[in-house]
């Protein structure tokens, strides 16, 4: 059971507060609603270069690091298609140069022209060293727009390309401050060995003042339901044939998430699931293969994915793997393939637990879920899933006209 | 309205409780470690192996510790992740060059369950002959994917002429893929596991039974006497470029072999290791990413081995900014040996230094790693106060004294890749 209590500032900021009495540390957790999806399809990247533009100082503070590694902290941040998060660690005692921080750079940043030169720069180094310059890269590149056809999920969060992070503009960057980062589209989490009725007060104490704003209103394209298969073919000068196939899942607050994360854990979470045994032990088909979900908040996917073995054609894997996808179909399930799923659930979810920060992370991602204490209660929701149910998303899901297979086909490197 | 250019008033870290974990006899020379306090129902278990890569010809303690769970006799490798996965168990094994780590993460009520497969499974390990083909094939894909990564053509090279030894400083090539003999698979792991076990570390609330337990089951696979590393590896100072067509990133490597914990140097020096390259607001992410965006990340480290270690710049910039990065590289350098580091900045450094010595102590599972870190060099967790008073006492003209004496340019093995 995580703890925690919630106050709500007037200008709408919520504040999530979980009592940690063994550590010396605290943590504040900042997440903004706001993620690559509520970008303009003509000026993709930004939410993400934008993470980068908020440690180049604030409105009253020159310089966003230097004053918390003073304090014997540190920070970073990552920016997802859904939300954007900040995180400091410092010792409890430092707390508040934390929030001294926190708060100027939610008030207004500095927006000088040299960090949004500079940042663009090391942006495009990320693109070039994340998705450019590393075998299969790229693949999210593809897999996003072969996937979804109106939905911005359809762009990756680093940006359609690298053009439209070097075009990006101070307006730009001033509006998108403007829209998104108020305090009505923010959840604090603050963990560490406090009293509530002192971190209430600091916190009114930094965070009261900010005006309010507006939280933006989020009218995204749908994206349809999917009607056809869709294959792509690309062709990489990478050592291996490599698959990924797509299949569409349900959005994060829907209950068949929950079976279609599970459904992913029996066929490909680890070395018992199914398709590793089958596709890799025992036909030695792929040199790897696994499955997996995104995770995102609206309709997300269902991954599974792996590297071909030499001499192993496309073809003869995909007939395999569409064997195998349809005898998980005609039959639950056994029990004892269940327990062994939620007994690993169960391990790294007290693993996970233990962590001061990713418990404040948690509490936030929960909260803009609808309710932190989900994080309490999610565990029954998996706990409640019967074979029966696994196998009717599986009926569900796994079925060619929902799914989008990526083929990276390996091309020798010479001219 | 509150003023909000100034500064909170700081806390200083005064004090850090270093807790010591238990340690019990395996056999005369071998130990295990224990670390009880853990609040929740989480453990984890290390064994360690004399079985690193400086064993054996090259690739074998690899393939070795990537076969573990690959079958007996009488169980497959399918049938006995099945039955450790059935326990919410996770599984970890990896080498270095002096040492292979095994390692599981269960719920404690688990453990010894868990261990019990893993013992069977690693004692009586056959060596099938499709499972070691299945393996060669595996790694033979993961090398020729690594071989189209700028960092890993890099990390190659550098491992080469920064050990510049016929043992540490070998790498493996694809065709050392096709020589894998079963039988030396078999040798090295009745030699180096089954009489190999050198450490055993625990970490969770178990009663002091349950600790016994996991001692009976280890026990046999404990060696007579610890093995002594001896050799002293001098790197060879070189500028070396390994080209990847097409690369739009060049990789970076600059290093040279130095000291481990052991040596009186090496506290001051992991603060100048600090100011150079080890924090976000380093010399080198300062003026290489935040001033001048080549890249997107630039680090400073000081690896360490039983009897040495080395010190290494790592990072990737776009491929026309190779040169001018490593002229930074070298201009950082010589200010840190010609100027003296403010006092502001240092003091930034310290305070720094000091919170991250607290995250580094905060929680059972990190202090078992803090005290990992210094019981290889028969140094106790009196180290970490000596850290602390080192930091405390650290001047200008120290820093400026160990550039000059460490961060000699001509020294330097340099390696790129792109």
Same mark, same amino acid.
């Given at each position: 059971?995580?703890?925690?209590?919630?106050?709500?500032?007037?200008?709408?900021?919520?504040?999530?507060?979980?009592?940690?009495?063994?550590?010396?540390?605290?943590?504040?957790?900042?997440?903004?609603?706001?993620?690559?999806?509520?970008?303009?399809?003509?000026?993709?990247?930004?939410?993400?270069?934008?993470?980068?533009?908020?440690?180049?100082?604030?409105?009253?503070?020159?310089?966003?690091?230097?004053?918390?590694?003073?304090?014997?902290?540190?920070?970073?941040?990552?920016?997802?298609?859904?939300?954007?998060?900040?995180?400091?660690?410092?010792?409890?005692?430092?707390?508040?140069?934390?929030?001294?921080?926190?708060?100027?750079?939610?008030?207004?940043?500095?927006?000088?022209?040299?960090?949004?030169?500079?940042?663009?720069?090391?942006?495009?180094?990320?693109?070039?060293?994340?998705?450019?310059?590393?075998?299969?890269?790229?693949?999210?590149?593809?897999?996003?727009?072969?996937?979804?056809?109106?939905?911005?999920?359809?762009?990756?969060?680093?940006?359609?390309?690298?053009?439209?992070?070097?075009?990006?503009?101070?307006?730009?960057?001033?509006?998108?401050?403007?829209?998104?980062?108020?305090?009505?589209?923010?959840?604090?989490?603050?963990? #560490?060995?406090?009293?509530?009725?002192?971190?209430?007060?600091?916190?009114?104490?930094?965070?009261?003042?900010?005006?309010?704003?507006?939280?933006?209103?989020?009218?995204?394209?749908?994206?349809?339901?999917?009607?056809?298969?869709?294959?792509?073919?690309?062709?990489?000068?990478?050592?291996?044939?490599?698959?990924?196939?797509?299949f569409?899942m349900p959005e994060r607050r829907n209950e068949l998430y929950y079976i279609a994360d599970l459904l992913s854990d029996a066929l490909g979470r680890?070395?018992?699931a199914?398709?590793?045994?089958?596709?890799?032990?025992?036909?030695?088909?792929?040199?790897?293969?696994?499955a997996y979900i995104t995770g995102s908040?609206?309709?997300g996917l269902l991954i599974?994915?792996?590297?071909?073995?030499?001499?192993?054609?496309?073809?003869?894997?995909?007939?395999?793997?569409?064997?195998?996808?349809?005898?998980?179909?005609?039959?639950?399930?056994?029990?004892?393939?269940l327990?062994?799923m939620m007994?690993k659930l169960?391990?790294s979810r007290?693993?996970?637990?233990? #962590?001061?920060?990713?418990?404040?992370?948690?509490?936030?991602?929960?909260?803009?879920?609808?309710?932190?204490?989900?994080?309490?209660?999610e565990h029954?929701i998996y706990e409640a899933i019967?074979?029966?149910h696994i196998?009717?998303t599986a009926?569900?899901i796994?079925?060619?006209?929902?799914?989008?297979?990526?083929?990276?086909?390996?091309?020798?490197?010479?001219? | 309205?509150?003023?909000? &250019?100034?500064?909170?008033?700081?806390?200083?870290?005064?004090?850090?409780?270093?807790?010591?974990?238990?340690?019990?006899?395996?056999?005369?020379?071998?130990?295990?470690?224990?670390?009880?306090?853990?609040?929740?129902?989480?453990?984890?278990?290390?064994?360690?192996?004399?079985?690193?890569?400086?064993?054996?010809?090259?690739?074998?303690?690899?393939?070795?510790?990537?076969?573990?769970?690959?079958? &007996?006799?009488?169980?497959?490798?399918?049938?006995?992740?099945?039955?450790?996965?059935?326990?919410?168990?996770?599984?970890?094994?990896?080498?270095?060059?002096?040492?292979?780590?095994?390692?599981?993460?269960?719920?404690?009520?688990?453990?010894?369950?868990?261990?019990?497969?893993?013992?069977?499974?690693?004692?009586?390990?056959?060596?099938?002959?499709?499972?070691?083909?299945?393996?060669?094939?595996?790694?033979?894909?993961?090398?020729?994917?690594?071989?189209?990564?700028?960092?890993?053509?890099?990390?190659?090279?550098?491992?080469?002429?920064?050990?510049?030894?016929?043992?540490?400083?070998?790498?493996?090539?694809?065709?050392?893929?096709?020589?894998?003999?079963?039988?030396?698979?078999?040798?090295?792991?009745?030699?180096?596991?089954?009489?190999?076990?050198?450490?055993?570390?625990?970490?969770?609330?178990?009663?002091?039974?349950?600790?016994?337990?996991?001692?009976?089951?280890?026990?046999?696979?404990?060696?007579?006497?610890?093995?002594?590393?001896?050799?002293?590896?001098?790197?060879?100072?070189?500028?070396?470029?390994?080209?990847?067509?097409?690369?739009?990133?060049?990789?970076?490597?600059?290093?040279?072999?130095?000291?481990?914990?052991?040596?009186?140097?090496?506290?001051?020096?992991?603060?100048?290791?600090?100011?150079?390259?080890?924090?976000?607001?380093?010399?080198?992410?300062?003026?290489?990413?935040?001033?001048?965006?080549?890249?997107?990340?630039?680090?400073?480290?000081?690896?360490?081995?039983?009897?040495?270690?080395?010190?290494?710049?790592?990072?990737?910039?776009?491929?026309?900014?190779?040169?001018? &990065?490593?002229?930074?590289?070298?201009?950082?350098?010589?200010?840190?040996?010609?100027?003296?580091?403010?006092?502001?900045?240092?003091?930034?450094?310290?305070?720094?230094?000091?919170?991250?010595?607290?995250?580094?102590?905060?929680?059972?599972?990190?202090?078992?790693?803090?005290?990992?870190?210094?019981?290889?060099?028969?140094?106790?967790?009196?180290?970490?106060?000596?850290?602390?008073?080192?930091?405390?006492?650290?001047?200008?003209?120290?820093?400026?004294?160990?550039?000059?004496?460490?961060?000699?340019?001509?020294?330097?093995?340099?390696?790129?890749?792109?």
């Amino acid at each position: 059971m995580i703890h925690f209590e919630r106050y709500i500032l007037k200008n709408g900021l919520t504040l999530l507060f979980h009592k940690d009495t063994t550590t010396p540390l605290a943590v504040v957790n900042t997440l903004f609603d706001v993620g690559a999806r509520d970008e303009s399809e003509e000026k993709t990247g930004f939410a993400h270069l934008f993470e980068h533009l908020m440690f180049g100082g604030s409105v009253n503070i020159p310089d966003f690091d230097a004053p918390l590694q003073m304090a014997g902290g540190e920070s970073n941040a990552f920016t997802s298609n859904d939300i954007t998060n900040y995180y400091d660690v410092l010792p409890k005692t430092n707390i508040e140069t934390a929030l001294w921080l926190e708060s100027d750079r939610m008030l207004s940043l500095a927006f000088t022209d040299k960090s949004l030169e500079v940042q663009r720069n090391v942006v495009i180094e990320e693109f070039k060293q994340r998705y450019l310059n590393q075998p299969y890269g790229d693949v999210w590149l593809e897999l996003r727009p072969l996937a979804y056809t109106k939905h911005p999920y359809k762009w990756a969060t680093i940006g359609k390309e690298i053009k439209h992070i070097e075009e990006a503009k101070m307006e730009d960057v001033k509006a998108f401050f403007k829209k998104h980062y108020c305090p009505a589209n923010a959840i604090l989490c603050i963990a #560490g060995n406090f009293e509530f009725e002192e971190i209430k007060a600091l916190v009114e104490k930094w965070y009261g003042d900010i005006p309010a704003g507006i939280k933006p209103a989020r009218i995204l394209d749908a994206e349809p339901i999917q009607e056809e298969y869709r294959e792509k073919t690309i062709e990489r000068a990478v050592p291996t044939d490599a698959f990924y196939y797509a299949f569409k899942m349900p959005e994060r607050r829907n209950e068949l998430y929950y079976i279609a994360d599970l459904l992913s854990d029996a066929l490909g979470r680890d070395k018992s699931a199914r398709l590793y045994v089958s596709l890799k032990k025992e036909q030695q088909l792929t040199a790897e293969i696994g499955a997996y979900i995104t995770g995102s908040m609206d309709d997300g996917l269902l991954i599974i994915s792996g590297k071909l073995n030499e001499g192993v054609s496309f073809e003869q894997l995909d007939s395999a793997l569409w064997k195998e996808l349809e005898s998980f179909k005609q039959a639950e399930i056994s029990e004892a393939e269940l327990k062994r799923m939620m007994n690993k659930l169960r391990t790294s979810r007290e693993f996970e637990e233990q #962590g001061l920060l990713n418990r404040a992370m948690n509490l936030c991602h929960f909260e803009l879920l609808g309710d932190a204490n989900g994080i309490n209660e999610e565990h029954q929701i998996y706990e409640a899933i019967q074979p029966s149910h696994i196998q009717e998303t599986a009926m569900h899901i796994l079925k060619k006209t929902n799914c989008s297979l990526l083929k990276v086909k390996a091309i020798s490197n010479d001219k | 309205m509150i003023n909000r &250019t100034l500064t909170p008033e700081l806390n200083e870290i005064d004090q850090i409780d270093f807790i010591k974990p238990s340690i019990f006899d395996i056999s005369s020379s071998v130990k295990l470690y224990s670390m009880c306090e853990v609040p929740n129902q989480t453990s984890r278990l290390d064994l360690y192996f004399n079985a690193g890569t400086i064993l054996g010809d090259i690739g074998t303690a690899s393939f070795v510790n990537s076969l573990l769970l690959s079958g &007996t006799n009488t169980k497959t490798s399918i049938e006995i992740n099945n039955e450790m996965d059935s326990l919410g168990a996770f599984f970890e094994s990896s080498v270095s060059n002096e040492n292979a780590l095994v390692s599981i993460y269960a719920l404690k009520e688990n453990m010894l369950a868990v261990l019990s497969i893993l013992k069977d499974a690693i004692e009586n390990v056959a060596f099938l002959e499709h499972e070691v083909i299945e393996l060669v094939n595996d790694r033979k894909q993961k090398f020729r994917i690594g071989m189209e990564k700028v960092s890993y053509l890099a990390q190659r090279s550098f491992q080469q002429k920064l050990f510049n030894h016929p043992i540490y400083g070998r790498i493996a090539e694809e065709s050392d893929f096709e020589n894998v003999s079963i039988s030396t698979l078999k040798r090295f792991h009745k030699d180096n596991y089954l009489h190999g076990l050198t450490k055993v570390v625990l970490i969770g609330a178990f009663s002091t039974d349950e600790i016994d337990e996991v001692i009976d089951m280890t026990g046999n696979w404990a060696m007579d006497a610890l093995p002594t590393f001896d050799e002293k590896c001098q790197n060879e100072p070189s500028k070396t470029h390994v080209n990847k067509e097409q690369a739009v990133q060049t990789a970076i490597r600059v290093g040279r072999m130095l000291f481990n914990k052991k040596d009186p140097d090496f506290i001051d020096f992991q603060i100048l290791n600090t100011i150079l390259g080890d924090y976000f607001g380093s010399r080198l992410m300062t003026n290489i990413r935040e001033d001048k965006g080549y890249t997107y990340g630039i680090g400073t480290m000081v690896a360490e081995l039983t009897e040495m270690g080395y010190f290494l710049v790592a990072t990737e910039v776009g491929s026309d900014k190779k040169d001018a &990065t490593l002229h930074e590289i070298q201009f950082e350098f010589n200010r840190l040996q010609t100027e003296l580091v403010s006092e502001d900045e240092l003091q930034l450094v310290k305070n720094y230094m000091l919170g991250q010595l607290l995250k580094s102590a905060d929680g059972p599972y990190a202090m078992m790693d803090l005290f990992l870190h210094v019981e290889p060099f028969n140094i106790g967790l009196e180290y970490y106060n000596q850290c602390i008073e080192s930091i405390n006492k650290i001047t200008p003209e120290r820093i400026k004294e160990l550039a000059i004496k460490y961060l000699n340019w001509d020294k330097m093995t340099i390696v790129t890749a792109g």
